[in-house]
């Protein structure tokens, strides 16, 4: 190899050595921090826990008269910036007799600039208008994403739906932890057992007082005839507790006499709605 040739490979060596000196410190030294600062500025998720009753929002799920529909009503979100949610649960599969499939709907812009949202949500699907309304509905969840500032909060619940004949019955949520025995009815009518996740609005009790979770039964049929018996087990040290009930029909507070034994408040109510417990801390 003569010398000139020499030289130009000698050349073009340092010419690339050079160049990818300077890559790494145009691109790759750089990026580092970008990195870094993006990491630090990610939201991250606490549970819903981590708030306190009186900025949680509160939720009802509220069946149609068919059953065939929820109608979700989640108020007191003004303390977030932003709501998200997943209703979902089992169903019977249309295709495929004795299989269950999911079913639900999502929701990703809740308004929290108003004081109430509400929605209808089908359970079952709809095509030019006719409705095919899921059977053997079972294993009912709800997932709100609630978002403040860089921090999302994540609050997961099940629900439970029931169809009460006109012979009555009792209903159970899924923990065994309450209990509604629904006297005669006039005819058939759905309910739902759900963890209202925050407390009804108007409260005419301190929040820091109120044991969680709060039950609420949700159901367009009218007030009892006759006192349905309610049951409420409760853990931890409860002083005194006192049972008030909310009607979401009319945005009333009533105080109801109540006895507690045994870890376990008994009452008798007249119609369907959300039971609030105080007990003094």
Known sequence: ?????????????????????????????????????????????????????????????????????????????????????????????????????????????????????????LLGTASRGVRSPDTGITDGQLALHLFK??????????????EIGISGGEIFDSTGNFSLDVPRLSKNHWVIIADTIGIPPNAQVSASDVLLPVYGTYSVAPQFTTSANLSIKLTGDVKSPKLYTYSNQDSSWQSVESIYEGGTLAAEVDSFGTFVIVSPK
Request: hydrophobic share 35%; charged share 30%.
């Open 1 to 121: 190899m003569d010398k000139t040739k020499k030289n130009i490979y000698i050349i073009a060596s340092i010419s690339l050595v050079v160049i990818a000196v300077a890559v790494y410190f145009l691109f790759i030294f750089q990026k580092a921090p970008k990195e870094i600062e993006t990491d630090e500025g990610s939201s991250f998720v606490e549970s819903i826990e981590k708030i306190d009753a009186a900025n949680r929002p509160f939720v009802t799920l509220t069946p149609t008269a068919d059953g065939a529909e929820i109608i979700i009503s989640i108020e007191n979100v003004g303390y977030f910036d932003r709501i998200e949610y997943e209703l979902t649960y089992q169903a019977d599969n249309p295709q495929v007799a004795g299989e269950k499939i999911q079913r639900g709907s999502v929701e990703t812009d809740v308004d929290t600039s108003q004081e109430k949202y509400k929605k209808s949500l």
């Open 149 to 162: 500032g860089d921090t999302e909060y994540l609050s997961e619940t099940k629900w439970d739906r029931f």
